[in-house]
């Protein structure tokens, strides 16, 4: 375990958040839930079949187990959908139908208050969480996207801070404009304020450091989300565009962009699209076994937070942590 994680653990415990966890058929997820009850990290709600749950191997004393199938709240929690969504055209009956999916269901404990976030997606896809958060928690007020971001903990690594960085867009964004990659940069800033509780360096990424390579249209969105991102957070140190080697290592920055607040300090990396970025991430996380946290979301009214559907239990734990960090951020 990195001391990223005994961090936002032990930061986790001082203000106790309940997280539901809506895949209690997944023996990932239960034992995770296992180390966090242990841990006294988190209060949890396990939606899945109570019985089947309650016979697994693992000691969940202390966790609320609900069937979606039979819980009390279904209607309730169904007519509250249904207002949220009839002007869409959802229909009394689907609202209640929906309550049998687990994303749906778990997202309306979240929006009535009942628990402060929730973390799935050990055995659903990345839309189909989103599209449940959205629907019914929709983004946080002011915010203008849904973005997200892995926290990757690099191992003997002297870059970032103590080879703790923030990549993102890794999974969502597919092909952000300026725009949009600006309040990325800005919204991603924020999360490593959260998360690590120092200040961000924040690198807009590019194949060409400051105007290196040949002029097109990639390098300009960059450049022109960089100035974006300064007009709306001109207290950030953040600077683009800048190629990977010249954000991260001092030597290079130096050389590359001398006169850049960033280059050689970089610790929060945003990517020009998602392709960048996923294969980026997924390249650290291989082949320098690096931890990898995430998708984080940023920018939900509430946190919800994806897994990827090759997670590990210890996955699972950290990103319950970083969930109930973010739901004390959230007050």
Not at 284 to 290: D, F, H, I, W
Request: hydrophobic letters at 45%; one cysteine or more.
């Amino acid at each position: 375990m990195s001391a990223f994680l005994d961090a936002v653990l032990a930061r986790a415990k001082t203000e106790k958040k309940t997280i539901v966890l809506p895949e209690g058929d997944d023996e990932r997820t239960l034992q995770a839930a296992q180390t966090i009850l242990e841990q006294g990290v988190a209060d949890l709600i396990i939606l899945g079949d109570a019985e089947a749950i309650k016979a697994s191997p693992y000691a969940l004393d202390g966790a609320r187990i609900v069937d979606v199938r039979t819980a009390p709240e279904r209607e309730d929690y169904a007519a509250k959908l249904y207002e949220l969504r009839k002007h869409k055209g959802m229909t009394e009956e689907q609202a209640l139908a929906l309550m049998d999916n687990v994303l749906y269901f778990g997202n309306m404990i979240v929006k009535n208050g009942d628990a402060d976030g929730m973390v799935c997606g050990a055995c659903h896809s990345t839309s189909d969480v989103l599209r449940a958060a959205l629907q019914v928690l929709k983004t946080a007020p002011g915010v203008k996207l849904v973005s997200a971001f892995f926290v990757m903990v690099v191992p003997d690594c002297a870059y970032g801070q103590d080879g703790t960085f923030i990549f993102a867009d890794c999974g969502l964004e597919i092909q952000p404009d300026a725009e949009k990659l600006a309040h990325i940069a800005v919204n991603s800033a924020q999360s490593w304020r959260t998360l690590m509780g120092t200040e961000p360096t924040v690198a807009l990424l590019s194949h060409s450091t400051k105007g290196s390579a040949v002029a097109t249209a990639d390098r300009a969105k960059v450049e022109e989300a960089t100035a974006l991102a300064k007009e709306l957070a001109p207290e950030l140190a953040l600077d683009g565009e800048l190629q990977l080697d010249a954000a991260i290592v001092p030597s290079v920055g130096s050389s590359k962009a001398p006169d850049s607040p960033v280059a050689g300090k970089a610790n929060v990396l945003v990517f020009p699209d998602l392709d960048a970025g996923n294969i980026g991430y997924k390249l650290v996380q291989r082949l320098a076994k690096a931890e990898a946290y995430g998708p984080i979301t940023q920018g939900l009214a509430a946190p919800v937070n994806d897994l990827s559907r090759g997670c590990s239990a210890e996955d699972i734990v950290g990103v319950i942590g970083i969930t109930c960090v973010q739901a004390q951020a959230r007050g």
